[in-house]
Nanobody, 122 residues
Framework: QVQFVESGGGLVQPGGSLRLSCAGSRSIFRFRFYDMGWYRQAPGKQRDMVASITAGGSTDYADSVKGRFTISRDNTKNTLFLQMNSLKPEDTAVYYC??????????????WGQGTQVTVSS
């Protein structure tokens, strides 16, 4: 049931940058109407939203990433992006994308993909 595939993660040093991509299926013909978000989950912690973008292009960010991360979308390609700059060790997590509002619980486990690992370490 996974509709999005995340990519672009990797190992970077503090202060480095990564650009994550979230590829939606071409069969998601209403993608342009979705509010989309990037989420992350560190080991042993819950999954939290770090950035969102509405269908109209309005963005919002968690305080922890403001000024460092930029969310964007390409509706012609059903793709979501997250540009991450000035990365810190505390940004280390698995990053996921999804529609905003998808409840994180056992009944929706199959609505989340594998994510992409971001590791910030010296």
């Amino acid at each position: 049931q996974v509709q999005f595939v995340e990519s672009g993660g990797g190992l970077v040093q503090p202060g480095g940058s990564l650009r994550l991509s979230c590829a939606g299926s071409r069969s998601i013909f209403r993608f342009r109407f979705y509010d989309m978000g990037w989420y992350r989950q560190a080991p042993g912690k819950q999954r939290d939203m770090v950035a969102s973008i509405t269908a109209g292009g309005s963005t919002d960010y968690a305080d922890s990433v403001k000024g460092r991360f930029t969310i964007s979308r390409d509706n012609t390609k059903n793709t979501l992006f997250l540009q991450m700059n000035s990365l810190k060790p505390e940004d280390t997590a698995v990053y996921y994308c999804n529609r905003v509002g998808v409840v994180d619980g056992p009944s929706n486990a199959d609505r989340w993909g594998q994510g992409t690992q971001v590791t910030v370490s010296s």
